[in-house]
Nanobody, 127 residues
């Protein structure tokens, strides 16, 4: 099975930046998409971004477009989420997940499309 470990979270002031990492290990050859989700207390887990493992095509939630960038390093089996111009509403636990289906514009943000999840990393943005 796939194991995912997120890192890079922390406390940052509004307008600051963080880079999250998701390192994958195990049987990783069969997944086709890697997504970032986030969940704030009392709220539903929502899709933030996704990248295709094969083509590199990316998807973003409207709330983060222009501020966040997803990227990959296939040699290191790692996906990154660069977060700039952070806002207090970005505060959440951020999770990465892998999917055994090729992501598209309709499905990339659906939680049930993903098979393995990391434990999450806390991102807190202060005013």
């Amino acid at each position: 099975q796939v194991q995912l470990v997120e890192s890079g979270g922390g406390l940052v002031q509004s307008g600051g930046s963080l880079r999250l990492s998701c390192a994958a290990s195990g049987f990783t050859l069969d997944y086709y998409g890697i997504g970032w989700f986030r969940q704030a207390p009392g709220k539903e887990r929502e899709g933030v971004s996704c990248i295709s493992s094969s083509t590199g095509r990316t998807y973003y939630a409207d709330s983060v477009k222009g501020r966040f960038t997803i990227s990959r390093d296939n040699a290191k089996n790692t996906v990154y989420l660069q977060m700039n111009s952070l806002k207090p509403e970005d505060t959440a636990v951020y999770y990465c997940a892998t999917a055994y289906r090729i992501p598209d514009g309709r499905t990339w943000s659906r939680k049930d499309e993903y098979d393995y999840w990391g434990q999450g990393t806390q991102v807190t943005v202060s005013s």
